[in-house]
Nanobody, 120 residues
Framework: QLQASGGGLVQAGGSLRLSCAAS????????MGWFRQAPGKERDIVAA????????YYAESVKGRFTISRDNAKSTVYLQMNSLKPEDTAIYYC???????????????WGQGTLVTVSS
């Protein structure tokens, strides 16, 4: 089970840190990702991180502004979001997949989502 938190309302240029806590003892065996879905749009991947945090991926739109990290001891993945823009407004979801970082397999488990609203 994945529990996302940390969303809220922030002004453009501000920062938020999302957290996603996982239950169970196998967190370190999962590739973790953050996705977002804006109103009227499809859900897209924002960032991903490998099991041991040695590899990361970022969507072009967030490169240089967002940072994904994980703490396997705490079974938690984070998304630090800086220099937020109104177009970052969306529901943000964390997800886990048992497949490796480079695999194209779908994510197996999804959190409930947390709303991020960036005002201009």
């Amino acid at each position: 089970q994945l529990q996302a938190s940390g969303g809220g309302l922030v002004q453009a240029g501000g920062s938020l840190r999302l957290s996603c806590a996982a239950s169970g003892r196998t967190f370190s065996t999962y590739t973790m990702g953050w996705f977002r879905q804006a109103p009227g749009k499809e859900r897209d991947i924002v960032a991903a991180i490998s099991r041991g945090a040695s590899m990361t991926y970022y969507a072009e739109s967030v490169k240089g502004r967002f940072t994904i990290s994980r703490d396997n001891a705490k079974s938690t993945v984070y998304l630090q979001m800086n220099s937020l823009k109104p177009e970052d407004t969306a529901i943000y979801y964390c997800a886990a997949k048992s497949a490796g970082f480079t695999s194209t397999a779908q994510y197996d488990y999804w959190g409930q989502g947390t709303l991020v609203t960036v005002s201009s």
